[in-house]
C-alpha cells in the first residue's frame, strides 16, 4: 500500500547565525544566518534526491518561526507535520558557528535551552500522522532535549512501528545536552524497535562501551537488537578544510559488510550536516531499492562528501549530480574538470 510520505523526520529547526568568511564570532559585526537541524537537514536531503519527505516538530508562531517555515517549504520538505508555539515565551532555538583554518579548530555556541520545540507533546500531532510515511527517522540529539520531548518521541517511535513504518534512528551524541551514561540507558530502551541504526564506531566505544574491531562493534548491535541495517561512518580530518570520508554499512539479514574507498582529500567549505546528509543518501538508497545496503553506502557517501563542499547546514544537490559523483568516484576519476 503507498503512502503519503516517504519518510519523516522528527526534529528541532534552528536558526544558525556565522561569521563572514573565516571571522571569529567575538569580534565580527556580520552574521550570516541559515536554517538548519540535524533531522530536518536529513529530510531536505531525502528530498533533494527525489523522496517525499515531511518534519514533524514545533516552531514559534511569530516572524523567526515563519522564516524557518519557509525554508522547509524551500526545500520541498512538508510542514504538515510542524506545528506552532503561540505562547508568549515562544522561541526558536540558535546557534552560532565559526569555521576553523588549521591549528585554529571550529567553534559552536548554543543558545537553545526553552525553545518552542521543548514544550512539543504527543497530543499536538493527529493519530493518522502515524500510517502516513514508509519511514520515521529521529536522532539523539531529539532525545537529549528534555524529558518531555524524549517521551513524546519514544512513544511517537512506537506509534510509526506499530502502523509499519520502517524506524531509522541516529546516535547523534552531543555531551553539551547529556551525559554518555543517560544516552546509552535512553537509547537502549528504544533499539527494539529500531530497523536502520546510525552510530560511528568512536561513539559506539565511547557512549556504548563496545569493544573490539569496527566491524565486531557493528555486528553486536544486530546480534542483541532485531536491526536490520548499522552504518558507521568514518571521517579523517587532515585539517579544518581537508577531510576524508567513508562508511560501512552491516546487512544483518545477509550477515555481511560493504563499503568502499574513501572519498578523499576532500575541499571543505562547511561541514556541518554532512553527517546528516550521509544520513539522507543512504536512506535514499534503502527506501528506492529491496534495502540495498550496497546502494545506500554509495548515496549515503557521495551526498555527504558534496554537502562538505557547500556553505550552511543543508546540502544542494541533484540526484543527476550525486549518481555522476558515484560514477567517477567509482572510475577513479577525479571528476573536477568542468564538462562543456
Given at each position: 500500500?503507498s503512502k503519503?510520505?516517504?519518510?519523516?523526520?522528527?526534529?528541532?529547526?534552528?536558526l544558525?547565525?556565522?561569521?563572514?568568511?573565516?571571522?571569529?564570532?567575538?569580534?565580527?559585526k556580520?552574521?550570516?544566518?541559515?536554517?538548519?537541524?540535524?533531522?530536518?537537514?536529513?529530510?531536505?536531503?531525502?528530498?533533494?534526491l527525489?523522496?517525499?519527505?515531511?518534519?514533524?516538530?514545533?516552531?514559534?508562531?511569530?516572524?523567526?518561526?515563519?522564516?524557518?517555515?519557509?525554508?522547509?517549504?524551500?526545500q520541498?520538505?512538508?510542514?504538515?507535520?510542524?506545528?506552532?508555539?503561540?505562547?508568549a515565551?515562544?522561541?526558536?532555538?540558535?546557534?552560532?558557528?565559526?569555521?576553523g583554518?588549521?591549528?585554529?579548530?571550529?567553534?559552536?555556541?548554543?543558545?537553545?535551552?526553552?525553545?518552542?520545540?521543548?514544550?512539543?507533546?504527543i497530543?499536538?500531532?493527529?493519530?493518522?500522522?502515524?500510517?502516513?510515511?514508509?519511514?520515521?527517522?529521529?536522532?539523539g540529539?531529539?532525545?537529549?532535549?528534555?524529558?518531555?520531548?524524549?517521551?513524546?518521541?519514544?512513544?511517537?517511535?512506537?506509534r510509526?512501528?506499530?502502523?509499519?513504518?520502517?524506524i531509522?534512528?541516529?546516535?547523534?551524541?552531543?555531551?553539551?545536552?547529556?551525559?554518555?551514561?543517560k544516552?546509552?540507558?535512553?537509547?537502549e530502551?528504544?533499539?527494539?524497535?529500531?530497523?536502520?541504526?546510525?552510530?560511528?564506531?568512536s561513539?559506539?566505544?565511547?557512549?556504548?562501551?563496545k569493544?573490539?574491531?569496527?566491524?565486531?562493534?557493528?555486528k553486536?548491535?544486530?546480534?542483541?537488537?532485531?536491526?536490520?541495517?548499522?552504518?558507521?561512518?568514518?571521517?579523517?580530518?587532515?585539517s579544518?578544510?581537508?577531510?576524508?570520508?567513508?562508511?560501512?554499512?552491516?546487512?544483518?539479514k545477509?550477515q555481511?559488510f560493504?563499503?568502499?574507498?574513501m572519498?578523499?582529500?576532500?575541499?571543505?567549505v562547511?561541514?556541518?550536516?554532512?553527517?546528516?546528509?550521509?544520513?539522507?543518501?543512504?536512506?535514499?538508497g534503502?527506501?528506492?531499492?529491496?534495502n540495498?545496503?550496497r546502494?545506500?553506502?554509495q548515496?549515503?557517501?557521495?551526498?555527504?562528501?558534496?554537502?562538505?563542499?557547500?556553505?550552511?547546514?543543508?546540502?544542494?544537490?541533484?540526484?543527476?549530480?550525486?549518481e555522476?559523483?558515484?560514477?567517477?568516484?567509482?572510475?577513479?576519476?577525479?571528476g573536477?574538470?568542468?564538462?562543456?
Amino acid at each position: 500500500m503507498s503512502k503519503k510520505y516517504d519518510l519523516l523526520t522528527l526534529g528541532e529547526l534552528l536558526l544558525r547565525l556565522s561569521p563572514q568568511a573565516n571571522e571569529r564570532m567575538s569580534r565580527t559585526k556580520i552574521f550570516e544566518q541559515n536554517i538548519g537541524g540535524a533531522e530536518f537537514n536529513v529530510a531536505a536531503g531525502a528530498a533533494q534526491l527525489g523522496l517525499k519527505t515531511g518534519l514533524v516538530g514545533k516552531i514559534p508562531a511569530h516572524a523567526i518561526g515563519q522564516l524557518a517555515r519557509n525554508e522547509v517549504h524551500f526545500q520541498n520538505v512538508s510542514d504538515e507535520y510542524l506545528s506552532h508555539d503561540n505562547s508568549a515565551d515562544a522561541r526558536l532555538g540558535v546557534y552560532y558557528y565559526e569555521t576553523g583554518a588549521a591549528p585554529r579548530k571550529p567553534g559552536i555556541v548554543y543558545d537553545r535551552k526553552h525553545s518552542s520545540m521543548t514544550s512539543l507533546s504527543i497530543d499536538d500531532f493527529p493519530e493518522e500522522m502515524y500510517s502516513s510515511t514508509r519511514c520515521f527517522h529521529t536522532c539523539g540529539i531529539t532525545l537529549a532535549l528534555n524529558e518531555q520531548v524524549r517521551k513524546a518521541a519514544i512513544e511517537m517511535m512506537k506509534r510509526f512501528k506499530k502502523a509499519g513504518a520502517l524506524i531509522s534512528f541516529d546516535v547523534n551524541f552531543r555531551g553539551n545536552l547529556w551525559s554518555g551514561a543517560k544516552a546509552k540507558a535512553c537509547i537502549e530502551e528504544i533499539l527494539p524497535i529500531v530497523d536502520i541504526f546510525f552510530c560511528s564506531d568512536s561513539t559506539a566505544r565511547l557512549t556504548f562501551l563496545k569493544e573490539g574491531t569496527p566491524e565486531e562493534v557493528m555486528k553486536s548491535f544486530a546480534d542483541e537488537y532485531p536491526i536490520s541495517v548499522v552504518a558507521a561512518t568514518q571521517r579523517i580530518v587532515h585539517s579544518p578544510k581537508r577531510h576524508s570520508f567513508g562508511s560501512v554499512i552491516y546487512d544483518a539479514k545477509k550477515q555481511t559488510f560493504v563499503k568502499e574507498e574513501m572519498y578523499k582529500d576532500i575541499e571543505v567549505v562547511d561541514r556541518i550536516g554532512s553527517g546528516d546528509a550521509y544520513i539522507s543518501g543512504a536512506l535514499y538508497g534503502l527506501l528506492t531499492s529491496e534495502n540495498d545496503t550496497r546502494k545506500a553506502l554509495q548515496y549515503g557517501n557521495a551526498v555527504s562528501a558534496l554537502k562538505n563542499t557547500v556553505p550552511g547546514d543543508l546540502p544542494s544537490m541533484t540526484l543527476c549530480e550525486v549518481e555522476e559523483m558515484i560514477k567517477t568516484h567509482q572510475e577513479g576519476d577525479n571528476g573536477l574538470e568542468m564538462k562543456r
